[in-house]
């Protein structure tokens, strides 16, 4: 069973008390099903990705599969050559093909690149005043650095997914920008001058929370089950959650890379307060001690450094 699907189980199954979180919504079945239509107005994912995805979940994918799905969208291709040759990714002499760039960096990380590529493409015109694309995309590639760092440090497994992850969790807030221009405006705004988090916003200006939102566009994208796991769960407390150690290792480190983001300021999200789980439990569920955390401080400064390199690649 996917991450989303075990965990969003394991809350109905295990803590029947948490089916009330539906009511922070402040809306009825109907007009969360209201709102979920709406996503058709959100453009698709390009073809190529959708494809990736298909591989990937099929374990189908290969450093050879991969290169002939990038060969069907030339200006996808180029982009992923700008990114990788970089110096985020510094790779010696450079490359000029899709296939020795998946030779150095392996087709997980170009997989999980063409996707991020994807959704950035696909939300270019979603900017507003209250949310810059920019500093959105710095918060988030940079929280995504720090997820697959710290996935690497507690020994995850895909740490290349660990990064998608952490970059996509708030896919909902663009869908919902895109969908409610104005009252996203207006709920951004109030957030900002009370210094208070986006989730308290959406139930004070009757928005559907934007985990669901992304979640359910993340499905219609056929988005890989972990990362639909993360959009869906990333402001719940873990201990809340069931499901199986895998999906709650990758949350608790999605969730301790937003605390370490938005205490250091990189880069906004639309909010100035962080919700879910302490970062004290998370360093302890992820049996991290507080001496790992400042022996690494320096180094996620590096992170900060390097993604202002990989995001300039991007735009």
Same mark, same amino acid.
């Given at each position: 069973? @996917?991450?989303?699907?075990?965990?969003?189980?394991?809350?109905?199954? %295990?803590?029947?008390?948490?089916?009330?979180?539906?009511?922070?919504?402040?809306?009825?079945?109907? =007009?969360?099903? %209201?709102?979920?239509?709406?996503?058709?107005?959100?453009?698709?994912?390009?073809?190529?990705?959708?494809?990736?995805?298909?591989?990937?979940?099929?374990?189908?994918?290969?450093?050879?599969?991969?290169?002939? +799905?990038?060969?069907?969208?030339?200006?996808?291709?180029?982009?992923?050559?700008?990114?990788?040759?970089?110096?985020?990714?510094?790779?010696?002499?450079?490359?000029?093909?899709?296939?020795?760039?998946?030779?150095?960096?392996?087709?997980?990380?170009?997989?999980?690149?063409?996707? @991020?590529?994807?959704?950035?493409?696909?939300?270019?015109?979603?900017?507003?005043?209250? &949310?810059?694309?920019?500093?959105?995309?710095?918060?988030?590639?940079?929280?995504?650095? +720090?997820?697959?760092?710290?996935?690497?440090?507690?020994?995850?497994?895909?740490?290349?997914?660990?990064?998608?992850?952490?970059?996509?969790?708030?896919?909902?807030?663009?869908?919902?920008?895109?969908?409610?221009?104005?009252?996203?405006?207006?709920?951004?705004?109030?957030?900002?001058?009370?210094?208070?988090?986006?989730?308290?916003?959406?139930?004070?200006?009757?928005?559907?929370?934007?985990?669901?939102?992304?979640?359910?566009?993340?499905?219609?994208?056929? &988005?890989?089950?972990?990362?639909?796991?993360?959009?869906?769960?990333?402001?719940?407390?873990?201990?809340? &959650?069931?499901?199986?150690?895998?999906?709650?290792?990758?949350?608790?480190?999605?969730?301790?890379?937003?605390?370490?983001?938005?205490?250091?300021?990189? @880069?906004?999200?639309?909010?100035?307060?962080?919700? @879910?789980?302490?970062?004290?439990?998370?360093?302890?569920?992820?049996?991290? =001690?507080?001496?790992?955390?400042?022996?690494?401080?320096?180094?996620?400064?590096?992170?900060?450094?390097?993604?202002?390199?990989? &995001?300039?690649?991007?735009?």
């Amino acid at each position: 069973m @996917g991450a989303a699907k075990s965990l969003s189980k394991k809350i109905v199954e %295990d803590q029947p008390g948490l089916t009330a979180k539906s009511s922070y919504l402040g809306l009825a079945t109907r =007009d969360l099903a %209201d709102w979920v239509s709406r996503l058709d107005a959100v453009p698709t994912l390009p073809v190529v990705a959708m494809k990736v995805n298909e591989h990937l979940a099929s374990n189908r994918s290969s450093a050879q599969s991969i290169a002939e +799905l990038l060969r069907q969208d030339i200006a996808l291709s180029s982009r992923i050559l700008r990114l990788v040759n970089s110096s985020y990714y510094a790779i010696p002499g450079g490359v000029a093909d899709v296939r020795k760039a998946i030779t150095f960096l392996g087709f997980q990380t170009i997989a999980q690149l063409i996707l @991020g590529l994807s959704v950035f493409s696909v939300f270019e015109k979603s900017a507003s005043a209250e &949310l810059s694309l920019h500093e959105f995309w710095k918060f988030a590639m940079t929280s995504a650095a +720090l997820t697959e760092k710290l996935a690497r440090a507690v020994g995850y497994q895909q740490p290349e997914v660990a990064y998608t992850a952490g970059l996509l969790q708030d896919l909902g807030k663009l869908a919902l920008i895109t969908m409610a221009p104005e009252p996203m405006a207006k709920m951004l705004r109030w957030v900002k001058s009370t210094r208070t988090h986006v989730c308290i916003g959406e139930k004070e200006w009757s928005l559907p929370r934007h985990e669901e939102v992304g979640e359910n566009l993340a499905n219609r994208w056929k &988005l890989p089950p972990e990362i639909v796991g993360v959009i869906a769960h990333h402001h719940d407390e873990i201990k809340e &959650l069931g499901g199986d150690l895998k999906s709650q290792q990758l949350l608790a480190c999605v969730q301790l890379a937003n605390h370490t983001v938005t205490e250091m300021h990189w @880069g906004s999200s639309g909010s100035v307060t962080v919700a @879910g789980t302490a970062k004290e439990v998370l360093i302890e569920f992820l049996n991290l =001690d507080q001496s790992w955390w400042l022996r690494n401080q320096a180094e996620f400064e590096t992170e900060r450094e390097k993604v202002e390199v990989l &995001l300039n690649a991007y735009l």
